[in-house]
């Protein structure tokens, strides 16, 4: 086997397994998974009892190749190239570098996987053109789109799924399994302990590998108590379970496609990453729906290890002179060595300027490894050189550096040696979301752009929201937020800085000028820095942080209220945009399934709604920009118009004419685009109908209603439900003030309804 599972165990001894050592039921429960879970701190409990986080784990792995380097090779590792998923965040990069420290590894970089696998791909067949990079792996889905010109690779598009993958087939197997037992009259609570559970989860995994090349498998029962010893699994059996999981890759794709105005028919070739993409379906699928030609020249399961050991070799520091090697003189000449690490070209330049003795007086010379070829005696001007190499045959060529003085003295120089790669350069990584401090209103004010190539820099320009007096207790609070929308609700806090009255020497007025620097490295390590030039001082903002868990309450208020924004444009969304709108609802439908093992305790779930609804409400977000004007016109003329109804069976002349004349206003406001104005017709609306409305029994069962669908989100779950009983027994007497009074008491057990809206409400930045 030339890879290691990413399994973690411990026996009861507390005896740790990695890998392969690990995949046995008597170690249940074992670690697995766990990539997912990277940037939060949720405890996994493993077979003795201990608890670990993600980022411990994942260490582990890390130390196991490590070893495995050293008995193969004899060498220490110590330098890596670390890939991780396109669209991880940032907590989930900073999990990976600490889980690399933690394994005494230094991670000179954090490499996208769909870059790494591109590099593998293009290294030795250079066709320029776009390509399509299709990574389905074990727990993620990441597409990109490259374009190969001139020997460089640069990426176009990034998009994915960070909870779609094939341990989601393998658990879709796994309840059909469970469904086939059951109807055969076998229980389910066969599978209820770890060590069961975990050896049916194997061998749904194993099966579902083995139907990449054979049209059926058995699935093995021997070793359960069951009316049933096997179940037979077939391709059509299994096409029919995730057939909806594989749609949904395919949306993604044609999504990205679709953003950079690139047809099928511009993409050279789909370049295949990650086991399941071995399956027939899959492959299938991707012919008939996009008919690009599949790349099949890589491995899929080894391709990003091997392009990220061929950028690796882009990185190999400069190496000194040994110690044996015979010098003249014990000076030194340090270099500050230039030259690209790659090149498409059958020669490139490297240029060296010595650093010192300061005035070195000499002649340098480069020599090939190989010995076939070599620059001559090149004498230094102001110090410094600059020569055209040749590359050698093989994909790397080393060269040594030496030197002399003006006498001929042979000395000893730092670096020594370095090696170009002859081929296409690798991407430059680029930025997956936009970055940038949240200001009032719940918007994120952008500093860096999704597709801004990395290392990046960018400032967001912002101003103080309040005054905050020097030398009181006051506080101003500063957030930073990625993600795909410049709603900040829809994004994930990377970041926070608090600013106390009583930190600052002077007092900073509302209005006074902000300005939030954000960089970002290659590895996606951000550094945001927050500058007050009133008092010319400067700030670091906070930004290891943990993703928290997420609340069930929170999770559930917050898919109702995607739900209803949805449904307020429904009807007004173009035809040729109505796909979006199908799509989103059967999301929200899926994750409200996935929200009830929330409430009974599935924590995994918790961040994957999280995650997948932030996405969701971002894909929905220009659309409701689009079309939520007119949905609200809509709304509220709906609602002149009833309230009109309800003056006139009530006598209420002139709340008639108060309606007659916001008609006005409003399809005033409606022309010029004026949404606050819309908004300030509504509440005028909402006086007069609420003067009347209250009064009928229509508006007393409403009240009821929601009460009851907003049950899931209540905090304190056994007094709301006192509250609804109580407004029931008043609707059933026909008390409708009673209705209303236990209406109004269910708000003190609901979340803060500005709180649910906008988490970030309190930031101290505007616009």
């Keep these: 086997m030339n890879y290691i599972p990413s399994v973690v165990a411990k026996t009861k001894t507390g005896e740790l397994k990695v890998g392969a050592d690990a ?9 697995r998974q766990f990539k997912r879970l990277m940037g939060t701190s949720e405890p996994i409990k493993l077979h003795d009892g201990s608890a670990w986080t993600p980022t411990m784990l994942s260490a ?55 870059i790494a696998a591109a590099t593998a791909y293009l290294a030795n067949n250079p066709v320029e053109g ?24 640069a990426v176009l598009e990034h998009g994915g799924d960070n909870y779609l993958g094939g341990s989601d087939f393998d658990r879709r197997v796994l309840e059909w399994v469970v469904q086939q037992v059951e109807d055969a ?58 057939e909806d999981l594989v749609t949904k890759t395919v949306e993604i794709t044609r999504d990205r496609l679709r953003s950079r105005s690139l047809k099928p028919t511009e993409i050279k070739s789909l370049l295949l990453v990650g086991g399941p993409t071995q399956m027939p379906y899959v492959r299938a699928r991707l012919q008939e729906e996009f008919g690009i030609p599949l790349s099949f020249e890589q491995d899929p399961m080894t391709v990003v290890a091997e392009g990220a050991a061929i950028h690796a070799s882009t990185l190999l520091s400069s190496s000194r002179a040994p110690d044996s090697m015979a010098i003249g003189s014990s000076e030194e000449v340090i270099w500050d060595l230039h030259y690209d690490p790659v090149s498409p070209d059958p020669e490139t330049t490297v240029a060296a300027r010595v650093l010192s003795p300061g005035g070195f007086k000499g002649e340098a010379r480069i020599v090939s490894e190989s010995g076939d070829f070599e620059t001559g005696w090149q004498m230094l001007v102001n110090g410094a050189f600059s020569v055209d190499v040749n590359l050698g045959r093989e994909s790397v060529s080393k060269y040594r550096i030496e030197v002399r003085d003006l006498r001929g003295t042979l000395l000893a120089c730092d670096p020594t040696s370095f090696a170009i790669r002859s081929g296409v350069r690798t991407a430059q990584p680029v930025a997956p979301y936009n970055y940038g401090p949240v200001v009032q209103g719940g918007k994120m004010k952008l500093a860096v752009k999704a597709g801004s190539p990395l290392p990046a820099n960018g400032t967001a320009e912002c101003a103080m929201a309040e005054t905050l007096v020097a030398g009181s207790p006051g506080e101003c609070r500063i957030y930073i937020v990625e993600g795909n929308s410049e709603h900040a609700t829809e994004a994930l806090q990377v970041g926070a800085l608090t600013i106390r009255g009583a930190e600052i020497p002077r007092t900073l007025k509302a209005g006074e000028k902000v300005e939030v620097r954000i960089r970002i490295d290659e590895s996606r390590r951000i550094k945001a820095r927050v500058y007050f030039p009133l008092i010319d001082e400067e700030r670091l903002v906070e930004t290891s942080i943990l993703i928290d868990a997420p609340d069930p309450q929170a999770l559930s208020a917050a898919l109702t209220e995607t739900r209803l924004g949805l449904a307020r444009i429904e009807d007004h969304v173009a035809p040729e945009e109505q796909d979006l709108v199908i799509r989103a609802d059967r999301e929200i439908e899926r994750l409200e399934a996935l929200v009830e093992k929330v409430h009974e305790g599935a924590v995994d779930e918790g961040y994957q709604v999280h995650k997948q609804l932030s996405d969701t409400q971002a894909a929905l977000r220009p659309l409701r920009d689009r079309y ?17 109804t309800l003056c006139q069976r009530y006598g209420d002349s002139m709340g008639e004419a108060k309606l007659a004349d916001l008609t006005k206003d409003l399809d005033k406001a409606l022309r010029l685009g004026q949404r606050d104005a819309m908004e300030g017709v509504k509440n005028r609306v909402m006086e007069i109908f609420w003067e009347h409305y209250g009064k009928t029994k229509e508006c007393a069962e409403y009240q009821v209603q929601w009460m009851r669908e907003a049950a899931s989100a209540a905090t304190d779950p056994v007094s709301y439900h006192e509250v609804v009983r109580r407004a029931q027994e008043a609707l059933d007497r026909d008390d409708r003030e009673g209705v209303l009074l236990q209406a109004s008491r269910a708000w003190d057990f609901l979340p803060d309804r500005e709180r649910m809206r906008n988490r970030f409400f309190d930031t101290g930045l505007r616009s």
């Design 23 to 31: 995949l046995k039921p008597d170690f249940a429960p074992q670690a």
């Design 60 to 114: 582990e792995i890390l130390k196991a190749l490590k070893s495995a380097v050293k008995l193969r090779t004899n060498q220490n590792l110590e330098n890596v190239v670390v890939t991780v998923p396109a669209m991880f965040n940032q907590p989930q990069c900073e999990a990976t570098n600490e889980a690399a420290k933690l394994a005494g590894l230094n991670a000179l970089v954090l490499l996208q996987e769909p």
């Design 130 to 153: 776009n390509y399509l990079v299709y990574d389905l792996g074990g727990g993620t889905f990441d597409v990109s789109l490259v374009r190969l010109r001139d020997g460089e690779m």
């Design 185 to 242: 009259g076998g229980d389910s609570d066969a599978f209820s302990g770890e060590r069961e559970r975990f050896a049916l989860s194997v061998a749904c995994e194993e099966a579902r590998v083995a139907l990449s090349d054979q049209d059926s498998t058995m699935i093995y029962l021997d070793d359960f108590d069951l009316p049933i010893t096997k179940v037979e699994l077939t391709q059509s059996t299994v096409v029919d379970l995730i």
């Design 628 to 644: 939520e004007v007119k949905a609200l016109y809509a709304e509220i003329a709906g609602r002149i118009e009833y309230a009109t």
